[in-house]
């Protein structure tokens, strides 16, 4: 077999996995096996760069950054829905379609789920395109980020037509979306609200490797072109089915309002056993032919119609507004409630977000209020009934004080929630910032849980982090349920963390907004702890995507005395709060300040090792050629635009040897 056999081999077999694993849940081998098969493709492909396809499944895993979307018109345009709500209103509907044309109407029932919409564009069976809603006429062409979407073939499978769009809706399934929030929790960032918003967020961001990183969807519903070789609409769901496309299988042909009203009322209750979410029902028209005489109106099909579900909603009554403080100090507000059961779950506690929320709807305890559970997936307030307030309500006053240690809350200018700024005394902070500090992804450290943690600091045996380091075998084995042998486990397992790499100790240290990737990209910037220590403001936003926030965080971290002394403790106790000798020996300052653009295929180094090469050595890789660019450097099929675009600039253009032996 020649190697070009080889590699398209590969993909075959890999584009073949990646569609039993994702569109039929249904994987034939392991996990394992089939990263194996990925890295050989990855290898194969970085060596013999003259084979690149643009839709290998070896670039699922995104890379390419996008500063500003281009803007692209929709071949067909994007119409939005019109909204029924009742029997009443379908039944009026199908009086206006039987007045337009004649003979037997059947219809399509599908889901309505609750996402980003995506026109994607197919050429040859090629992904050509992917291209946003946008206001309908036009939108931003998202195609580098979509191409992370493993549900999204980029080739498709038997039969296809030769060039159509196919419409779809990008979702964000609720397992994905809580596990994003339990991280992003970790690292002290505020949770996404709902599924929905983040799913659309995630198209227009920058860097594609972040979205490879979200586990989205793409479910599809609609296919427009010419010479399509179906009739009908259930029938081209299941010729996208067939192309490879995922299509839920609820889809539904009916003859009868009282069929479409059938499976509404079916699925108003089951969607909430669906992985995703749903907000209505869309029923369309079957026939091709009589949506085509039916038309659209000057926003909506004529030939199809939503049909939306009610928020599920129920009264009941708040006994209690309690206050929580987090690992960061932020305190948020919990209504507790008489429980209730809404959307197929007794509820008992509903968030009620912050001060602001409390006072705008007037929310008191001993009221009788409205509860709902819609986009989000914590059940919210939504109203009160006032008829029912009890005659001696009084207004809520938000408390001035933390609920833990007494001190007075603060509320920064911008920020909605008010902070407890007892850093270091107030017991759910110390707890929560330990409980961080040992978590999976950042010290790791066996033999040592959340509970353990909250025993040690009740006990009065650790304050901080760094006291873990000092805790001997008579400390810890009186405690609860500690018997040796754990004891053992716990302190080998907190000797053991002191090889944990620098970037991971520094997200360990929880730092307000730092997360696993800020603190990779400081550890690298700066090095040393000291370093950052040190460093000033505009020395730190002048550091790749790192912002005021950041910025401000870091230096008011390390402003504390009392931080200063437990790094000082750390580094006595031998945990590594620099770069170690080995990372370091493969970066070198030759190319400081340089911002240089990487573009086409090259032969002795990969793409993303060559990226790796720039900034180990100093420079910063940019995604976007400007005045600003020190070195273009040019690979094979490199685009004209980006050539004639460095030449008027007069930005140097160099081959991959040039670049190579800047460095040597
Ligand atoms: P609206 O934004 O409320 O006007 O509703 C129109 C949007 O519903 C479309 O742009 C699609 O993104 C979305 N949608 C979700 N599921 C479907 C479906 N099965 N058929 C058509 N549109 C759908
Ligand atoms: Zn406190």
């Not at 590699?7 to 994702?22: G, V």
């Not at 030769?162 to 979306?177: A, M, S, W």
């Not at 479409?260 to 979410?277: G, S």
């Not at 075998?473 to 004891?487: F, H, I």
Request: hydrophobic content about 35%.
């Amino acid at each position: 077999m020649s190697i070009e056999q080889k590699i398209q081999s590969l993909r075959d077999e890999l584009r073949e996995h990646n569609y039993n694993y994702y569109i039929l849940d249904n994987p034939t081998i392991s996990d394992y096996e089939f990263d194996m098969k990925l890295k050989e493709l990855q290898d194969l492909e970085a060596k013999y760069p003259e084979f690149y396809d643009a839709n290998s499944p070896s670039l699922r895993v995104g890379g390419e950054v996008t500063k500003n979307f281009k803007t692209v018109v929709h071949e067909h345009r994007m119409y939005s829905l019109d909204n029924s709500y009742s029997k009443e209103d379908l039944l009026d509907w199908e009086k206006r379609i039987k007045k337009m044309i004649d003979g037997d109407v059947s219809y399509t029932c599908e889901l309505k789920y609750d996402g980003a919409s995506i026109s994607l564009t197919y050429e040859n069976g090629q992904l050509l395109r992917a291209v946003t809603r946008g206001d309908g006429t036009q939108g931003d062409d998202v195609t580098a980020n979509i191409k992370t979407i493993k549900t999204v073939p980029l080739q498709l499978k038997g039969d296809f037509p030769q060039k159509f769009d196919i419409r779809g809706e990008i979702v964000l399934p609720f397992e994905g979306f809580n596990k994003m929030n339990e991280e992003r929790v970790e690292a002290g960032e505020e949770p996404y609200r709902n599924p929905r918003n983040t799913a659309s967020g995630s198209l227009k961001l920058q860097d594609s490797a972040e979205v490879a990183k979200r586990p989205l969807e793409c479910l599809l519903y609609s296919i427009k072109g010419r010479k399509l070789g179906f009739s009908t609409q259930f029938e081209s769901l299941e010729k996208a089915r067939q192309m490879g496309f995922k299509v839920p299988e609820a889809a539904k042909l009916a003859t009868s309002v009282d069929e479409v009203l059938e499976f509404i009322r079916y699925w108003d209750t089951h969607r909430h056993d669906l992985p995703y979410e749903t907000d209505g029902v869309v029923v369309k028209v079957n026939n091709l032919q009589q949506q085509e005489e039916l038309g659209y109106t000057a926003k909506a099909p004529r030939w199809a119609m939503a049909y939306k579900f009610k928020a599920e909603q129920v009264s009941t009554r708040l006994n209690e507004i309690t206050y929580q403080v987090g690992r960061t100090g932020a305190i948020t507000p919990v209504a507790n409630l008489e429980p209730v059961e809404l959307a197929g779950t007794t509820v008992k506690r509903a968030s009620l977000h912050n001060a602001d929320q409390i006072e705008k709807l007037d929310i008191r305890e001993g009221d009788e209020v409205y509860v709902e559970k819609g986009g989000e997936i914590i059940p919210k307030i939504i109203a009160v009934d006032l008829s029912k307030r009890p005659a001696h309500s009084v207004p809520t006053i938000y408390i001035t004080h933390c609920p833990e240690c007494q001190t007075k809350l603060v509320r920064q200018e911008g920020d909605a929630k008010h902070y407890c700024p007892n850093y270091n005394g107030c017991n759910p902070q110390i707890i929560g910032r330990i409980q961080h500090f040992i978590s999976r992804k950042a010290m790791d450290i066996d033999g040592l849980g959340g509970e353990t943690v909250a025993l040690l600091v009740n006990a009065g045996l650790i304050t901080t982090y760094a006291d873990l380091y000092t805790l001997t075998r008579e400390d810890v084995l009186p405690l609860e349920r500690m018997a040796e042998k754990s004891a053992d486990n716990l302190l080998s397992g907190i000797e053991a963390s002191k090889q944990i790499p620098f970037e991971r100790v520094l997200f360990a240290l929880g730092i307000r907004y730092v997360g696993e990737t800020v603190a990779k990209k400081l550890a690298k910037h700066y090095k040393t702890i000291d370093a950052l220590a040190e460093a000033s403001v505009e020395d730190l936003i002048s550091v790749d995507e790192i912002g005021d926030r950041i910025a401000e965080s870091v230096i008011e971290f390390f402003s504390s005395e009392a931080n200063r002394h437990i790094i000082d403790k750390l580094k006595t106790h031998g945990l590594q709060l620099e770069l170690s000798a080995e990372t370091l020996a493969n970066q070198t300052e030759k190319l400081k300040g340089l911002s240089i653009v990487v573009s086409g295929v090259f032969e002795t180094v990969s793409r993303t090792e060559l990226k790796k090469l720039i900034e180990d050595n100093g420079a910063k890789v940019s995604s976007s050629i400007s005045s600003k660019t020190n070195y273009l450097v040019a690979g094979a099929n490199m685009g004209p635009s980006k050539r004639a675009k460095a030449e008027t600039l007069g930005v140097s253009i160099i081959s991959e040897t040039d670049f190579l032996n800047l460095l040597s």
